[in-house]
């Protein structure tokens, strides 16, 4: 668990900071998801790529409901309603580990697209939310995504050969 | 919700951007339906997006807190009335004082590739002291011991299915004093698959598997199904 924590708690952590631009916030995703894979680990492929992938997804999917929680909750002392997210986060997706060829992907991506993309991914917006903010029609906004992912995954995929 | 609503929903689904009603549904039909392979390739790419975020150093209490956690939820190790251990301990030495059954096991044992095995070595950077171990037994595996990081994996086939309510009991022995502890239960599929990662103390040699009635014996009930034995 330790060597585990070593290895990925700084980047679990920037992307949890990054979506929530919360120190304190952050770190309870962080915790709670280092717990979650602990406690998971009899259940879930750890080979390093996957374990990766599902871990950072965990982040990603704890720091989304935090998001949601934190816009739909008045009262702002209540505490996050953090969902169970075994149900549906993937456990076998295998990542690129390449974070360099990532950010290049990302960034050789259409504006229109990467901002898509950093709306949803990074900002917990949902496809409804973005296409009110950019007043777009949802399909053009659930288009773009798929363009955006397509592209990535080709160009990550032409720099891995 | 149908396929082709599926195909129109799969990138906002990949980068977590549907609601959570919409998201459970396209969750639900994925796991019934074969009809969408392209999605795995979306997922991973929508996973991958988490490493063009700057690294940030998580503050120092995290880890202290996290790991406080860890050790209070990791399952005690349990020691075992004398006359148990005595019996237990011989039992086990005696499995491998035997060449005729460990030849006998060995002939049937596969070249294993563990999931779990590739990750902890992936941990260690080479730098860990490790072990690997096959099983002797009424199944076939072996058992990865990662000394520094007081932590072993076992990984088996073939093991026979139980009757219900009855477990798979991973109990340690340690070189202080023949003492066989509790290591926690052996997760079995249904293909008899077993897997566990358990927290391991100074000195272990041996790992032992035994069927009990139920999870939380005190004490091992003998044969063991399985034995490891470490150097």
Known sequence: MEALYDRLSRQAFGLAYRMLGDSHAAEDVVQETFLSVWRASDRIDTTRGKLSSYLLTVVHRRAIDALRSRKATVDTDSAPDIKDERADVPRTVEMVMDAEAVRTALTGLPEEQRAVVDMAYYKGMTHVEIAEKLSLPLGTVKSRMRLALDKIRIALAGQAT | ?231
């Open chain 2, 1 to 231: 919700m149908n396929c082709d609503e599926i195909e129109e929903l799969a990138g906002a689904y990949a980068l977590g951007a549907l609601p959570d009603d919409e998201r459970a549904a396209v969750s639900a039909h994925l796991e019934t339906c074969d009809k969408h392979p392209e999605m795995a390739g979306l997922l991973a790419t929508a996973a991958s997006l988490a490493l063009a975020v700057d690294e940030v150093e998580p503050p120092a209490a995290l880890k202290s807190r996290l790991m406080g956690i860890v050790e209070a939820e990791a399952p005690p190790q349990r020691t075992v009335p004398a006359r148990a251990r005595r019996g237990f301990g011989e039992t086990v030495r005696g499995w491998f004082a035997s060449p005729r059954l460990g030849y006998g096991l060995a002939s049937a044992m596969a070249v294993l590739v563990v999931g779990l095995l590739a990750w902890n070595v992936s941990l260690q950077g080479g730098g860990s002291d490790q072990q690997v171990v096959n099983v002797s037994g009424n199944a076939a595996g072996r058992v990865i011991y990662l000394s520094d990081e007081k932590l072993a994996v076992m990984d088996v086939h073939n093991l026979s299915p139980l009757p219900e309510g009855k477990v798979y009991e991973v109990w340690g022995f340690y070189d202080s004093a023949n003492i066989a502890s509790p290591l926690g239960l052996l997760q079995v599929t249904t293909a008899g698959t077993g897997t566990g990662t358990m927290a391991i103390g100074d000195g272990l040699n041996q790992i032992a598997v035994t069927i009990e009635d139920a999870p939380g014996a005190v004490s091992p009930t003998l044969p063991p199904v399985l034995t490891a034995k470490f150097s």
